[in-house]
């Protein structure tokens, strides 16, 4: 379980979730096929009852789904956001397939706290761009020694080719303009979501600590799935490259 304290009897924490979807939603509007897809190769590579690393988990979005569609998996959650923690801690009560932990990914440490030394699949989406690549390329090489021979890594991500400008340009244009435009319909941005936590009775305390830790949102990068591809091989993995993508996210998929 996590240290964040909070018990939050009471609070409807599928009401957060959802809040939580559709705020990432507004950012990621296809971001329900890329959790379809990640669960495909799941599927295909690992089949239906892993055991799942939900690296950077947050209120445990790819846990919900991989435990809806495989009841026979389990999951650890890992996360250092201590209000998304508490959502996922809330929403996870009880179930005995999901161990929730906190820690810095940045932390050289941070796999000793997890329950498991070894997964079938680690998975991640929309969080690793808050790293750095010299400090990604540390984790990516922990990761392979988490995942097991056979097992895979899965990371959901904006992955920026530098390499094509205009073409860059112009869907950032356009994804832009429809946000504005879903926007004027009541969406939540990120800064304003956080707003709605910060005056949660039960959310206020750990959503203070969390700007302690972050401020509004650490600064990372976002390389090519060519440049994850490349150093995910170099770090011990025998395949890897996109399974999906869309004109601005990929999902990469590396196979140890
Ligand atoms: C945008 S959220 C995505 C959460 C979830 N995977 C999803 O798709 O909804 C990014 C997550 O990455 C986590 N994160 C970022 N840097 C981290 C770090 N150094 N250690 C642990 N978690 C980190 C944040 O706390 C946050 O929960």
Same mark, same amino acid.
């Given at each position: 379980?996590?240290?964040?304290?909070?018990?939050?009897?009471?609070?409807?924490?599928?009401? !957060?979730?959802? *809040? !939580?979807?559709?705020?990432?939603?507004?950012?990621?509007?296809?971001?329900?096929?890329?959790?379809?897809?990640?669960?495909?190769?799941?599927?295909?590579?690992?089949?239906?009852?892993?055991?799942?690393?939900?690296?950077?988990?947050?209120?445990?979005?790819?846990?919900?789904?991989?435990? +809806?569609?495989?009841?026979?998996?389990?999951?650890?959650?890992?996360?250092?956001?201590?209000?998304?923690?508490?959502?996922?801690?809330?929403?996870?009560?009880?179930?005995?397939?999901?161990?929730?932990?906190?820690?810095?990914?940045?932390?050289?440490?941070?796999?000793?706290?997890?329950?498991?030394?070894?997964?079938? +699949?680690?998975?991640?989406?929309?969080? =690793?761009?808050?790293?750095?690549?010299?400090?990604?390329?540390?984790?990516?090489?922990?990761?392979?020694?988490?995942?097991?021979?056979?097992?895979?890594?899965?990371?959901?991500?904006?992955?920026?080719?530098?390499?094509?400008?205009?073409?860059? +340009?112009?869907?950032?244009?356009?994804?832009?303009?429809?946000?504005?435009?879903?926007?004027?319909?009541?969406?939540?941005?990120?800064?304003?979501?956080?707003?709605?936590?910060?005056?949660?009775?039960? =959310?206020?305390?750990?959503?203070?600590?969390?700007?302690?830790?972050?401020?509004?949102?650490?600064?990372?990068?976002?390389?090519?799935?060519?440049?994850?591809? *490349?150093?995910?091989?170099?770090?011990?993995?025998?395949?890897?490259?996109?399974? !999906?993508?869309?004109?601005?996210?990929?999902?990469?998929?590396?196979?140890?």
């Amino acid at each position: 379980m996590t240290d964040t304290g909070i018990t939050g009897t009471g609070t409807d924490w599928q009401a !957060w979730q959802d *809040s !939580w979807d559709r705020q990432q939603e507004w950012y990621m509007p296809d971001r329900e096929d890329r959790f379809r897809i990640m669960l495909d190769m799941v599927e295909a590579l690992v089949g239906r009852a892993p055991r799942v690393l939900d690296l950077a988990c947050g209120t445990g979005t790819i846990t919900a789904r991989l435990l +809806a569609r495989f009841p026979e998996a389990t999951s650890t959650g890992v996360d250092l956001d201590p209000a998304l923690l508490a959502i996922a801690e809330g929403t996870f009560a009880g179930d005995d397939r999901v161990t929730l932990v906190r820690a810095d990914l940045k932390d050289p440490d941070w796999p000793a706290k997890l329950p498991h030394d070894s997964y079938d +699949a680690v998975l991640t989406a929309t969080a =690793l761009h808050w790293l750095h690549s010299e400090p990604l390329a540390a984790l990516y090489g922990q990761v392979a020694e988490l995942v097991r021979d056979g097992g895979v890594f899965m990371n959901a991500d904006h992955m920026i080719d530098d390499s094509t400008p205009r073409i860059n +340009a112009a869907e950032r244009a356009q994804r832009h303009a429809r946000m504005d435009a879903a926007k004027e319909g009541g969406a939540l941005d990120w800064a304003e979501w956080w707003q709605v936590a910060a005056k949660d009775p039960v =959310l206020a305390e750990p959503t203070a600590r969390r700007f302690e830790i972050y401020g509004e949102h650490a600064e990372g990068d976002a390389p090519s799935a060519a440049w994850h591809a *490349s150093v995910l091989r170099e770090k011990g993995f025998g395949e890897a490259r996109p399974v !999906w993508c869309s004109p601005s996210d990929t999902l990469l998929l590396a196979l140890k």
